[in-house]
């Protein structure tokens, strides 16, 4: 669906910041998170999990359990089948343990009770008999031929024969002839980076209520970005019908990616139907942390030449990932995406994927990419260093545009990269001076954006309001956005407007909420259901005025004659349509459902400015910037926050965020307190630049907002901390102790 | 006949092609026919691609018109956060 009128509209309710429509219940309390679901009989599922990295699981004793009074059901991995699909047998795997163990934290047990304390008592009366095996979790160890394999077999078909099973994917990208490029160059650099895992940190736990009925028909209520994934694993899981599976998506506190997938919702159906009672599970931060889904953890090699006058001439990378027990194509996007700022002649990026003894990966923003992009700005810094360039002139003087063929594979469009690059260098940010031991760092990002499949319904109800129906859980100011489109396309206010989330029986099929496809896609299927009402307003109202069809059009909320030959006719307001509907021929309503194409990528800059204390090695933010091509902005408020909550959790990734590992396989940091992210006291005003170059396949040019943000803060921290400290750290994140050992070895 | 570029660590499949050209007006013609052409393809078709096509990323999307002249290139399957 292409832009209309040549991007030239001039919008009178997109743009515009409205309040949102769940502030009120969000700050008082009254929104309805996972957690807060209940139901009459409930009882309370909790999970008995791994204290091994890696371990088979001989035998499993739970007759203790099961007699405990209170005690109404007890599951293991027996419990479940074995689904066809590969992809959804890893998740149950996820869910449950099979024969072995994978990981610190994976499930081997659920019991359902009266109490929580009862469902406690009952986990330690569980008598499982493991049998330890190797462990490991380092993505360069994971590779290694004689490493500890996680799972046999699982490696795909078109890698190399020799390497350790562990390894399972392979991606290659890029195009020219790398040798004549870096011959080409007066200067090469040649680095290697390795990045932690991280948490999305979403503040709300994973929680659920499920209940199974003794017809075989199920209810689930649960925090999820996508209730229709949910009921397709659930119910594959479960071997139900779909259609017996109702999923309803709560309130969500925050999901990021981690919530694309599920880890407690299928035990708890099973322990609902074993039990015969609804059964409710939260997860507690620890488990939030031991067996949910982090990022991968990465190691890179970069390797890029460029000419005295700051063009590059050939880049490479080598990308290694490691994705936890399961085997984890994120590399892909990494490899993809590593060189996508850059108009390049010869370029490869390399990816390699790994499983070691963590917890499956789940997405987290623009999976994949901050930290291939980390490891190719961190090196294109070094460059403008050592041959004295300024970074941001460098980077304009290299960067993709219309028309160039990206680094993997199509030709961009129109797109907003060098605009954006402008909008950094005219900004007070970049002159502003420095003091002693303070940085300025800067970098490009980039991601893919993408649409999917989306179902819309809009009603028009009697009184001249409109209801509209979509199947994405909110994450990120959805329904504000939909509202509004609505009334812009209806000509009406955006009060008049309301929008709901269903449940999955209640509206066509919806993806998850991801990619940042849902002010894209569902913007446009909202568009199309509006202009699908008005067509059959402007047919009551022909019926009306006993005039053809095609001689009524509509403007501005109203229908209206189309010329003198169409005869002379009031114009009839929406409300007015809407109120004898019931008279002219039913309710009216308008629905669209599409597979939406068209999504366009989208580029960020971030500059940041940091000081180090050389006392202590710990880094301080004093001033960031987040400049990004969204598009059209139809809440500019939601876009802003975006842009600045990116920027907030890229400065946590960056600097002290990281799930660590002991000798013993198991996670030594699963809680807030330290896992540290950052806090508000910690960050300074996040400013925000918004650029709008219009994306050409969406009717009002919108583009994805939400994933870009999250790649650019790694480098630009990073670059900042060298030019504060004359060191290159080429790891992070950039915690105070390795901020000041690097700092002390300097001398 | 429509010119597809393949990505790297696929051209295995495809005798080393960075390019190959098949007969097809839409994107499951397409598909269908890599892998009656390329049967070493199959295994990543079945898991999952996307495609660009003039710069456009599209995924599930079979009776997408693809013309001579345009731009097309066999992408992974996108997924995002």
């Known amino acids: ?747 | 006949m429509v010119k597809v570029a393949i990505w790297g660590s696929l051209r295995s499949a495809t005798d080393g092609k960075a390019e190959v050209v098949v007969e097809a007006s839409n994107f499951k013609q397409l598909l269908d026919q890599l892998v009656i052409e390329y049967p070493g393809l199959e295994p990543q078709i079945k898991r999952g691609v996307s495609f660009a096509l003039d710069g456009k990323i599209y995924r599930d999307a079979w009776f997408t018109k693809i013309n001579d002249d345009s731009e097309v290139v066999l992408m992974p399957y996108m997924v995002g956060g």
């Open chain 1, 1 to 747: 669906m292409a832009l209309d009128e040549n991007g030239k509209r001039i919008f009178k309710v997109v743009g515009t910041r409205p309040a949102r429509p769940d502030g009120i219940d969000k700050v008082t309390g009254r929104a309805m998170y996972g957690a807060d679901a209940t139901a009459p009989g409930m009882l309370f599922g909790q999970f008995l999990r791994s204290p091994h990295a890696h371990a088979k699981i001989k035998s499993i004793d739970t007759s203790a359990a099961e007699a405990l009074s209170g005690v109404k059901a007890v599951i293991t991995s027996k419990d479940f089948g074995t689904p066809e699909d590969e992809s959804v047998r890893d998740v149950q795997d996820n869910c449950m343990a099979g024969d072995k163990v994978l990981y610190d934290g994976h499930a081997v047990a659920a019991v359902a009770a009266t109490s929580a304390a009862i469902a406690k008592q009952a986990l330690k009366l569980i008598k499982v008999d493991y049998e330890v095996l190797p462990h490991v979790t380092d993505v360069d160890a994971a590779m290694q031929v004689d490493a500890p394999i996680v799972q046999a077999g699982r490696a795909m078909d078109d890698l190399p024969a020799g390497m350790s099973e562990n390894v399972t994917y392979h991606f290659e990208f890029g195009h020219g002839d790398l040798d004549a490029g870096f011959a080409k160059a007066d200067k090469i650099v040649e680095r290697s980076f390795k990045t932690a895992a991280t948490h999305q940190g979403y503040i709300e736990p994973h929680a659920c209520l499920a209940a199974m009925n003794s017809d075989g028909k199920g209810e689930l209520w649960c925090c999820t970005q996508g209730q229709f994934y949910v009921r397709e694993l659930c119910a594959d899981i479960m071997e139900m019908d779909a259609s017996q599976l109702r999923v309803t998506a709560s309130e969500i506190g925050g999901g990021f990616g981690g919530k694309t997938t599920v880890f407690i919702e299928p035990v708890a159906l099973a322990l609902s139907r074993k039990s015969g009672r609804p059964v409710k599970v939260v997860m507690s931060r620890e488990e939030v942390f031991r067996a949910s889904g982090p990022t991968v953890s990465s190691s890179t090699d970069v390797k890029i030449g460029m000419t005295k006058d700051g063009r590059i001439t050939a880049a490479h990378a080598t990308l290694r990932y490691q994705g936890g027990a399961f085997p984890c194509g994120t590399v892909q996007f990494g490899a993809q995406s590593a060189f996508a700022a850059y108009d390049l002649d010869a370029v490869q990026t390399i990816g390699w994927s790994a499983m070691t003894n963590r917890p499956k990966e789940a997405a987290y923003r623009a999976p994949g990419a901050p930290m291939a992009i980390y490891a190719v700005e961190s090196v294109v810094d070094e460059l403008c260093q050592e041959l004295d360039l300024d970074p941001l002139e460098v980077r304009l003087k290299n960067a993709a545009g219309e028309g160039t063929k990206s680094s993997y594979g199509p030709t961009f469009d129109a797109i907003g990269l060098k605009a954006t690059l402008e909008a950094a260098v005219a900004h007070p940010h970049y002159a502003a001076p420095l003091g002693p031991n303070q940085g300025r760092g800067l970098s490009c990002g980039f991601w893919f954006n993408f649409g999917g499949n989306t179902s819309v319904s809009m009603n028009l109800n009697f009184d001249g309001t409109v209801g509209i129906t979509e199947g994405n859980p909110d994450i990120g100011g959805s329904r504000a956005s939909i509202s509004q489109m609505a009334a812009e396309e209806l000509g009406i206010a955006y009060e008049k407007v309301r929008t709901i989330v269903a449940d999955t029986n209640s509206i066509g099929h919806n993806d998850v909420t991801d990619g940042s496809r849902v002010t894209f896609a569902v913007g446009l299927a909202t568009i199309k259901a509006a202009r699908d009402a008005i067509q059959k307003m402007c047919a009551r109202v022909a019926k009306i005025w006993d005039i053809d069809e095609d001689a009524v059009y509509w403007e501005d909320g109203y229908a209206k004659p189309s010329g003198p030959n169409a005869g002379t006719f009031e114009p009839m307001s929406l409300e007015e349509i809407a109120a004898i509907s019931a008279e002219t021929g039913g309710p009216i309503a308008g629905h669209h459902e599409v597979n939406a194409d068209g999504a366009g990528v989208s580029f960020g800059v971030h500059l940041v400015d940091i000081e180090v204390d050389p006392e202590t090695g710990a880094t301080t933010v004093l001033r960031y910037t987040v400049f990004q091509d969204a598009g059209k902005a139809i809440h500019p408020d939601y876009v802003e926050g975006q842009m600045q909550g990116g920027a907030v959790q890229g400065i946590g990734w960056a600097l002290n965020e990281e799930y660590i590992y002991g000798e013993d396989g198991r996670l030594q940091n699963p809680g807030l307190l330290d896992y540290r992210i950052p806090v508000a006291s910690d960050l300074p005003n996040i400013d925000t630049v918004i650029l709008e170059i219009p994306n050409p396949g969406h009717p009002y040019g919108v583009r994805g907002v939400g994933e870009t943000p999250i790649v650019p803060p790694l480098a630009a921290l990073s670059n900042a901390v060298s030019r504060a400290t004359g060191l290159r750290l080429s790891e992070l994140p950039m915690s105070p102790p390795r901020v000041l050992k690097a700092l002390n070895a300097k001398g």
